[in-house]
């Protein structure tokens, strides 16, 4: 229903964007040297990026952002840009208004109205993206495929994942869309700032240090034969290591032989996870996921669930989705998060 009235607006914002790049080449190039050009050439045009599903040339300096899938709204908001149009949460929205607490507090930080948002809930709404006539999109962690990527190019250049979907990782998302919207520099700023915030966190909590830690997923209370985790490549795992945490070999090996993000082992097989020192996961409101791990004759047995060094965080809030670790959720739920980890930590210890 949507790809004849698709064609008309992907071409007319074809038609808008290559007048802009035209019309305001010198405007563009006095905003990229007031918007972190250094030496190394950081905020120049045309800005060239390499990703999983092709090439982008961003001609001009962006106007009009648009992002979309999990995440990409919050690296030009930490730099002050106020997207045009982003994708509307679908999971941790505390009070159901399509905007995560953590971009909320920003938007009110920046004076600015919410963007349009865009509903992903059957996946990508082209149309709506096109209508908010924007001059580059920000995908870099996503899961577009190749057909999204071409239809969305047919509205604007978009910056897509570097190698995998879903599994790039926080430094990267901030590089490739703070590149794309010509403000490298400052994206370099905010990843030395999250990062001194990390480094200062964890040091308060020195039992972290050296315990191994899976990120447990797509496990159900109702059954529990199957034990989800994510891989190395999944930006949740990879953030323990930016805890002090490490990633135990029953994780990292499994890891190694494949791109995906998220593996299932058998519960038969659930032996092979007592080098995990921390388990943590998504639960629930009631309790009854713990329960089904605690009482299952085989989960039962792993050496996490004994000692009880779990930290299941609590259903679809706030606190659950920023465990998936991005540039505004960091420093909203860090405290909480690093510190409910170190009391699991204590209990391995």
């Given at each position: 229903m949507r790809t004849p009235r698709l064609r008309a607006l992907a071409l007319a914002a074809a038609l808008l964007f290559g007048l802009t790049a035209c019309g305001g080449e010198?405007?563009?190039?006095?905003d990229s040297s007031s918007?972190?050009?250094?030496?190394?050439?950081?905020?120049?045009?045309?800005?060239?990026?390499?990703h999983a599903l092709g090439t982008t040339e961003i001609p001009a300096k962006p106007q009009r952002v648009a992002t979309v899938n999990w995440a990409n709204d919050e690296v030009p908001?930490?730099?002050?840009v106020v997207p045009v149009g982003m994708a509307r949460a679908n999971f941790g929205d505390d009070d159901a208004d399509g905007v995560l607490p953590w971009v909320e507090k920003r938007l009110k930080e920046l004076?600015?109205?919410?963007?349009?948002?865009?509903?992903?809930?059957?996946?990508?709404?082209?149309?709506?993206?096109?209508d908010t006539k924007p001059d580059v999109i920000?995908?870099?962690?996503?899961?577009?495929?190749?057909?999204?990527?071409?239809?969305l190019s047919q509205i604007a250049p978009v910056v897509a994942y570097p190698e995998a979907a879903w599994a790039t990782p926080w430094r990267d998302i901030?590089?490739?869309?703070?590149?794309?919207?010509?403000?490298?520099?400052?994206?370099?700023?905010?990843?030395?700032?999250?990062?001194?915030?990390?480094?200062?966190?964890?040091?308060?909590?020195?039992?972290?240090?050296g315990k191994s830690a899976m990120f447990m997923t797509h496990v159900s209370s109702k059954n529990v034969s199957q034990v989800g985790f994510y891989t190395t490549h999944d930006t949740r795992t990879q953030f323990f290591t930016d805890l002090g945490l490490k990633i135990p070999a029953s994780v990292?090996?499994?890891?190694?032989?494949?791109?995906?993000?998220?593996?299932?082992?058998?519960?038969?097989?659930?032996?092979?996870?007592?080098?995990?020192?921390i388990i943590t996961g998504y639960g629930d409101d009631t309790g009854e996921l713990l329960k089904a791990l605690k009482s299952d004759p085989l989960t039962s047995k792993l050496a996490a669930v004994k000692r009880d060094s779990l930290y299941l965080l609590p259903?679809?809030?706030?606190?659950?989705?920023?465990?998936?670790?991005?540039?505004?959720?960091?420093?909203?739920?860090?405290?909480?998060?690093?510190?409910?980890?170190?009391?699991?930590?204590?209990?391995?210890?």
């Open positions: 010198s405007g563009d190039k006095d918007a972190g050009a250094g030496a190394d050439g950081a905020g120049r045009f045309p800005v060239t990026i390499k908001l930490a730099l002050g004076g600015a109205k919410t963007p349009v948002l865009f509903d992903e809930t059957d996946g990508i709404d082209f149309e709506a993206v096109a920000l995908a870099s962690y996503s899961g577009l495929t190749k057909q999204d990527y071409e239809t901030i590089r490739l869309n703070s590149k794309a919207i010509g403000l490298a520099d400052e994206g370099d700023e905010l990843i030395a700032d999250l990062e001194g915030q990390i480094e200062k966190t964890a040091a308060k909590y020195p039992q972290l240090k990292s090996g499994p890891s190694a032989s494949t791109k995906k993000f998220v593996l299932t082992k058998s519960a038969e097989h659930i032996d092979d996870f007592n080098d995990v020192d259903g679809s809030t706030p606190l659950a989705t920023a465990a998936n670790p991005t540039p505004l959720s960091i420093p909203y739920v860090l405290e909480d998060y690093v510190k409910a980890l170190a009391e699991a930590a204590d209990k391995a210890a």
